[in-house]
C-alpha cells in the first residue's frame, strides 16, 4: 500500500469487525442445571473500562483484584455500592444470553453463532472474541466448528479474568442475569427490598427484581414491536422488547412451559415509561 494516496483514489472499504466478551455461570431450570453464558459488546470500551477502574480505586482494591458481586470478600454495603455503580453501564450495551443444558463448549459454539446472526442482522463482517479461561476446551473442535460461521469469528482469545476488566463486567452481567432466572426459578426471591440510587442523588427502597429489570431492559439484543411514540396509538401500551431466539436462546429438554417460565421477562421486557 502506498504511503501516499491521490484523494481520488477509489478507497477500499474496511471491514466492520464487532468485539465481545464472553463469560460463564450455571442455573436451574426444573431441577436440572444449565450452563448460562453471557456476552456483552461495549459501545465505548475505554469510557467503560475508565468507570470500572473508578469503581475499584473507590473500593480501596489493589491492581489486578478482582470485583465479583456474589464475592464472601464484599460486605453488603460494598456489593450494594458494586451495583450502583456499575449496572447503569449494561443498558448503553448490546447483550447475549444463551442456557445449555449440556457444557460450556456446546454453549459457546451457540453463543458464536448468535454474534453471526447479530451481525447478518445489525451489521458486521466479522467479529472478535474474548472469552474467560476454561469455557471452550477442545480447541481444534470447537475451531471447527465455529469457523463455518458466516459472518464469522476473525479472532479470539481466552484470558484470565483477573487481568481484564471487561471480562469482569461481563460476570457481573452474567450474575445479575442469573439472579433474574433465579426470581423465577424459585431459587432466589424477588420481592427482597433493598436501598438503591434509583435516581440521580435520591436513595430509594425497591424490590430487587424491579430494580435488575429497570438496569437491564435495555441490554438484551432483541426486536421491539408496537412503540409508535403516540399514546394514543393502542400499540403504545404494547411497546415490548422481544429477546427470545435474539439475544436471548435457551437449549433444554424441559418443556417449552418450564423454559418459559424460567425466562419470564427476560423472554420480553416491557420498553415503555416506568417512571
Known amino acids: 500500500m502506498p504511503l501516499y494516496v491521490h484523494p481520488d483514489s477509489v478507497h477500499k472499504r474496511i471491514p466492520l469487525i464487532r468485539h465481545f466478551y464472553v463469560d460463564d455461570s ?6 436440572q442445571r444449565h450452563v448460562l453464558l453471557g456476552a456483552l459488546e461495549f459501545p465505548d470500551p475505554n ?10 480505586e473507590d473500593l480501596g482494591l489493589r491492581p489486578f483484584e478482582e470485583i465479583k458481586w456474589n464475592s464472601s470478600g464484599f460486605t453488603a454495603g460494598q456489593r450494594s455500592f458494586i451495583t450502583d455503580a456499575l449496572l447503569p453501564i449494561f443498558n448503553g450495551c448490546t447483550g447475549f444470553l444463551v442456557v ?8 459457546v459454539i451457540e453463543l458464536f453463532r448468535q454474534f453471526s446472526d447479530y451481525c447478518r442482522s445489525e451489521g458486521g463482517d466479522g467479529f472478535e472474541v474474548t472469552l474467560d479461561e476454561n469455557i471452550v476446551r477442545d480447541v481444534h473442535a470447537f475451531s471447527d466448528r465455529v469457523t463455518r460461521l458466516i459472518p464469522g469469528p476473525v479472532a479470539w482469545a481466552a484470558v484470565d479474568s483477573r487481568y481484564n476488566p471487561l471480562i469482569q463486567l461481563t460476570d457481573l452481567f452474567v450474575g445479575f442475569n442469573k439472579r433474574r432466572i433465579d426470581f423465577n426459578t ?4 424477588p420481592r427482597k427490598v ?4 434509583f435516581y440521580e442523588g435520591e ?5 430487587i427484581s424491579y430494580y435488575l429489570f429497570a438496569g437491564l431492559r435495555h441490554s438484551l439484543w432483541g426486536k421491539v414491536h408496537g412503540l409508535s411514540g403516540d399514546p394514543e396509538c393502542p400499540s403504545y401500551a404494547n411497546a415490548f422488547k422481544h429477546n427470545l431466539g435474539y439475544g436471548l436462546r435457551v437449549f433444554s429438554p424441559v418443556s417449552r412451559e418450564k423454559k418459559l417460565a424460567a425466562v419470564d421477562r427476560l423472554g420480553e ?4 415509561c416506568i417512571h
Open 26 to 31: 450455571v442455573c436451574e431450570i426444573a431441577g
Open 47 to 56: 469510557l467503560v473500562m475508565g468507570r470500572f477502574l473508578t469503581c475499584r
Open 186 to 189: 424459585g431459587h432466589a426471591d
Open 100 to 107: 445449555h443444558c449440556k457444557d460450556k463448549q456446546s454453549a
Open 269 to 272: 421486557e416491557f420498553m415503555g
Open 194 to 197: 433493598i436501598e438503591v440510587e
Open 203 to 207: 436513595k430509594s427502597r425497591l424490590e
